[in-house]
């Protein structure tokens, strides 16, 4: 085999496996979350089957003609490619988030064999390409660093370009076409290699196939996540927006004072007794999903202005197309990731900051920081109020380090949630909690009061309280935030 031939093989047979590891989190987190855990494991799972791949391989390699070896792990990986899809799609359906044992189960069967069958390549190419002892490691160093090279152009191909240009299933698909693409044109270059038999054929066709019908949850797909709208079957005019496993937002189309959620009718409880009612206010909303609060806040305090800092262009054109979001001259969004986007907000501008930006069930760990909390408090007035929505299960390891960080950055800090999430670490009774945080000393009286008028029985942590509550919790900085670890993952509804 001719030099640039092998080099190009190696290249190509690697790129695939990284393509196929990136898309991995895309295809795993409508079923398990995009997590901490869930990234582990498919690093995990592609190292193994590269491992075994290229140590298997070459011992096949050396009892049989590399040459007929090579077309075939091309058109058998590109198959187990195609197969990857419904079979994440039927071990993950009904999952709504799973533990580290069940999210690494369900990774290995749909990516230990693709990455390990597309590795053997390397190894049966290096074994054509040894012509004598003398020029072992030359070959072998050669090739082992375009196989490296043909994984970061794989990696970075698809997070930078592939993702955002095509749907998740389509790149995988498009990868394995190629794949048995290039294991055809192997087999006829390479002289005396063996066809395709029957066997592989139906194999190719039943996995193609297989991939297509397997239904997966998705209506829109975007960088960051999995995305589906569901009517609400009680309530005509309400909406519920998925994202990945998390019921993220729910809108009414009829009435946006309509507040479904716990966490938003907490919310609403201190927006609505925050100043005089009806005053309009500056607000920053961390998170847009459904812009649910935006619209509460255009209802209930018209003349109100707000910021929103969205991650993904994609629920904006869902809240428009889908949710009856009108922007408007109130409601101005600024796209990307809120740590870079409050940089370029004005300082002791806002009185009010509504936190609600989730990764899963969790805040992302940037995003959870007391640096971040910092950058949050330098817009604030002095009189503004910082309201977020924190969601822990367990022994809620992660709320008490979350309100330990705010107690570093805010002289007056409060919880509030109904009374079992503060209950004792063995007694677990997790779920959402809002932290209330200020410069100046906080209504709590006038947020219960809202809390009761409505029917509800909250009660808020405070003082003595919070201190027992929270004891000897970590405060988390941008060195030191293992939020992932810190979450007892459990499913939510």
């Known amino acids: 085999m001719p030099a640039p031939a092998a080099n190009l093989l190696v290249f190509l047979s690697s790129a695939a496996v990284l393509v196929l590891e990136i898309l991995a989190a895309r295809l795993l987190a409508p079923y398990v979350g995009a997590t901490l855990e869930t990234y582990t494991a498919i690093i995990g799972t592609i190292l193994a089957g590269i491992a075994v791949g290229s140590w298997y391989g070459g011992k096949v390699a050396d009892r049989r003609d590399p040459r007929t070896l ?3 792990l091309l058109i058998i990986g590109g198959a187990l490619g195609f197969l990857a899809i419904p079979v994440i799609d039927l071990f993950g359906g009904g999952l709504r988030t799973a533990g ?3 999210t690494v189960t369900i990774t290995a069967l749909g990516f230990f064999l693709p990455a390990a069958v597309l590795s053997a390549v390397t190894p049966a190419v290096i074994k054509l390409q040894l012509a004598s002892l003398e020029e072992t490691g030359t070959v072998v160093g050669r090739l082992s660093g375009i196989s490296t090279a043909g994984a970061i152009i794989g990696t970075f191909l698809t997070g930078f370009v592939l993702v955002g240009a095509a749907p998740t299933r389509v790149i995988v698909r498009g990868t ?3 794949l048995i693409l290039l294991g055809l044109v192997v087999l006829v270059r390479l002289r005396g290699a063996t066809r395709v038999g029957a066997g592989t054929a139906v194999f190719v066709l039943l996995t193609a196939g297989g991939s297509y019908a397997m239904a997966h949850p998705c209506e829109y797909e975007s960088r960051y996540f999995c995305a589906f709208i569901v009517e609400d079957e009680d309530r005509p005019s309400g909406r519920a927006l998925w994202l990945d496993t998390l019921r993220h937002s729910y809108v009414d189309l009829e009435d946006p004072t309509h507040l479904e959620f716990l966490y938003t009718k907490l919310f609403g409880d201190v927006v609505d007794s925050f100043r005089p009612e009806g005053q309009p206010v500056e607000a920053l909303h961390v998170g847009g999903g459904g812009f649910t609060m935006p619209r509460y806040l255009r209802e209930t305090r018209p003349g109100s202005h707000n910021v929103v800092l969205e991650l993904d262009p994609l629920l ?7 949710l009856g979001l009108d922007l408007g001259d109130d409601i101005d969004v600024v796209t990307g990731d809120a740590r870079r986007s409050i940089r370029g907000v004005d300082e002791d501008r806002f009185d009010l900051i509504i936190g609600d930006a989730f990764g899963g069930i969790s805040v992302p760990w940037h995003l959870a920081t007391l640096e971040f909390i910092h950058d949050l408090d330098a817009t604030m007035t002095d009189e503004g109020v910082y309201i977020a929505n924190v969601i822990d299960h367990g022994p809620r390891d992660f709320l008490r380090a979350e309100l330990a960080t705010f107690r570093a950055a805010f002289d ?3 919880a509030i949630g109904p ?4 209950g004792p670490r063995d007694r677990p009774a997790g779920g959402n909690v809002v932290i209330v945080a200020s410069r100046s000393p ?3 009286e006038a947020y219960l009061a809202e809390n009761r008028a409505r029917g509800d029985d909250a009660v808020a942590l405070h003082g003595d309280a919070l201190d027992e509550f929270v004891g000897d919790a970590r405060v988390l900085t941008d060195d030191d935030a293992p939020v992932d670890q810190l979450l007892t993952p459990r499913p939510t509804v």
């Open 176 to 178: 394995a076409v190629f």
């Open 316 to 322: 904006i054109e869902i809240s428009e197309e889908r």
């Open 412 to 414: 007056h800090v409060a």
């Open 70 to 72: 090579i077309g075939p």
């Open 419 to 422: 009374e079992d999430r503060f």
């Open 442 to 444: 906080l209504d709590l």
């Open 100 to 102: 580290a044992t069940l």
